[in-house]
C-alpha cells in the first residue's frame, strides 16, 4: 500500500492563480481530510468528506473547494490564491463506522504564494 | 465555541524523565482523544486512541488518560529518550479537530 500520497510536494504560486492539490489514498478509507498547518501552528480542518459524494466545511474553508467523486481521491482546489493561503496542506484518511479510527497523513504539500 | 486547547507550546526534559503533556477540551465533551507525534517537515502519525469511558490506555513508554471530570486528558512519555523530541498533539476523535501541539525537547 502506497497510503496517503499528495502531489505537488512544493508550490509557489503567484497572487490570483489557481492550482489543484491532489490527494489519493490506497486503503479504502471512507473519511478524508485537508488541513492547514501555519509554521509553529498546529494542524486547521479545512474540509473533510466521509464517503464519496459527500463534502463538508470544516474551520478554515473559505478560499477552498474540494470534491470527493471517487472514495481514492479528494482534491482540494485554491482559487484566487492570496499570501494568506502559505502553508503547509496535509490530506488525510481513515476508516471508521463512528468516531473511532486513527488518521493516516500524507507527506503535505508547501505552497507559498508570492 | 468547542476548543480543544494543548496548554504549553514547548516542553524541555532529561533524558531518562517522565514527560507529561496535557490537553483540554472545552463546551464540548469528546468521545474519544486521540494522540499524534509529528516530526519537522512531516505528517503527524498516530500513537494512542482513548475512549471516554476509558481512564487509561498504555502502549510501551506511552501512557493516556482522559478525565471527563477535569475535561482533560494527560499523555506521559516514561523514560524519555532524546529520540522522543517532536512535537504531540491531541485531537477530537469525533470531529478530528487538533490542538496547537507541545513541541517536546529531551535533553541528553
Known amino acids: 500500500n502506497a497510503g496517503v500520497t499528495q502531489t505537488p510536494k512544493f508550490r509557489i504560486l503567484k497572487i490570483g492563480q489557481s492550482m489543484t492539490l491532489q490527494c489519493a489514498q490506497d486503503m479504502n478509507h471512507n473519511y478524508m481530510y485537508w488541513y492547514r498547518q501555519d509554521p509553529g501552528m498546529g494542524l486547521k480542518l479545512i474540509y473533510y468528506?466521509?464517503?464519496?459524494?459527500?463534502?463538508d466545511k470544516g474551520e478554515v474553508p473559505n478560499g477552498y473547494n474540494v470534491s470527493r467523486s471517487t472514495t481514492e481521491d479528494f482534491p482540494l482546489r485554491l482559487e484566487l490564491a492570496a499570501p494568506s493561503q502559505t502553508s503547509v496542506y496535509f490530506c488525510?484518511?481513515?476508516?471508521?463506522?463512528?468516531?473511532?479510527?486513527?488518521?493516516?497523513f500524507g507527506p503535505g504539500t508547501r505552497l507559498t504564494v508570492t | 465555541s468547542q476548543k480543544i486547547e494543548q496548554n504549553s507550546e514547548a516542553l524541555n526534559i532529561q533524558e531518562g524523565k517522565t514527560a507529561t503533556l496535557t490537553c483540554n477540551y472545552t463546551?464540548?465533551?469528546?468521545?474519544?482523544l486521540q494522540w499524534y507525534r509529528q516530526d519537522p517537515g512531516r505528517g503527524p502519525v498516530f500513537l494512542l486512541l482513548i475512549r471516554e469511558n476509558e481512564k487509561e490506555k498504555r502502549k510501551e513508554r506511552l501512557k493516556v488518560t482522559f478525565d471527563t471530570t477535569l475535561k482533560q486528558s494527560l499523555f506521559h512519555i516514561t523514560a524519555s529518550q532524546p529520540a522522543d523530541s517532536a512535537t504531540y498533539l491531541c485531537?477530537?476523535?469525533?470531529?478530528?479537530?487538533f490542538g496547537a501541539g507541545t513541541r517536546l525537547t529531551v535533553k541528553p
Open positions: 488525510a484518511s481513515r476508516y471508521t463506522t463512528g468516531f473511532d479510527g486513527e488518521q493516516y
Open positions: 485531537a477530537r476523535g469525533d470531529d478530528m479537530r
Open positions: 468528506s466521509v464517503g464519496a459524494g459527500i463534502t
Open positions: 463546551n464540548y465533551s469528546p468521545a474519544y
